[in-house]
């Protein structure tokens, strides 16, 4: 049995792809293509698939959001296992606060929950462009330190 075949049987047909265009993975669209391309949305599937990598001397490259990755026009060769695992969990402790993110959130929608929930300190990823000096004329640029707000003008 193929390798593709092993993997479609645990991940199914809609999560294993071969020759996948690497470019419509990645935040500045290049790439050529993977030579098998899967997607996983919990821990056990990637046990799985870097278990099957092993198993055949095939090299497994692990794929988050795709920003701050560049592929080559020859793409990528064995497997590129890209990592779909979507868990949010707060849980407090007398003061703490614990956040539990999956590999696959994206940092501007765990800052929005946060703020959602009141929980401070993660404003900087949330996508609001408050430390540019263009986002607004009345904004400064400041750095977030312990839930407190550093501004070097005003």
Same mark, same amino acid.
């Given at each position: ?5 092993? $993997?479609k049987? *645990?991940l %199914?047909?809609r999560n294993?792809?071969? !020759?996948? !265009? ?6 500045? *669209?290049?790439g +050529? ?6 997607r @996983?949305d919990?821990v %056990? ?5 870097i278990?099957i ?5 095939l090299?497994i ?10 592929v080559?026009d020859? %793409? ?5 296992? #890209?990592?779909e695992?979507? *868990?949010f969990e ?7 606060i614990? @956040?539990? @993110? +999956?590999s696959?959130?994206?940092? %501007?929608?765990?800052?929005q929950? $946060?703020? *959602?929930?009141?929980?401070e ?5 949330? +996508? ?5 000096w263009?986002?607004? #004329?009345?904004?400064?640029w400041?750095?977030?330190?312990r ?8």
């Amino acid at each position: 049995m193929e390798i593709t075949e092993i $993997l479609k049987e *645990k991940l %199914g047909d809609r999560n294993v792809f071969l !020759n996948e !265009n690497m470019a419509k993975h990645t935040s500045f *669209k290049t790439g +050529g293509p993977a030579d098998i391309f899967v997607r @996983v949305d919990d821990v %056990g599937k990637l046990k799985y698939v870097i278990d099957i990598a092993n198993q055949n001397n095939l090299p497994i490259t692990i794929l988050g959001n795709g920003s701050n990755i560049l592929v080559t026009d020859k %793409g990528i060769r064995g497997i590129v296992c #890209k990592i779909e695992i979507n *868990k949010f969990e707060v849980n407090e402790d007398n003061e703490d606060i614990f @956040v539990t @993110v +999956g590999s696959g959130n994206k940092n %501007g929608e765990i800052a929005q929950k $946060l703020l *959602k929930l009141g929980i401070e300190g993660f404003e900087f990823a949330s +996508g609001i462009p408050r430390n540019y000096w263009w986002s607004n #004329k009345n904004e400064c640029w400041c750095l977030w330190k312990r839930n407190e707000r550093y501004c070097c003008f005003y």
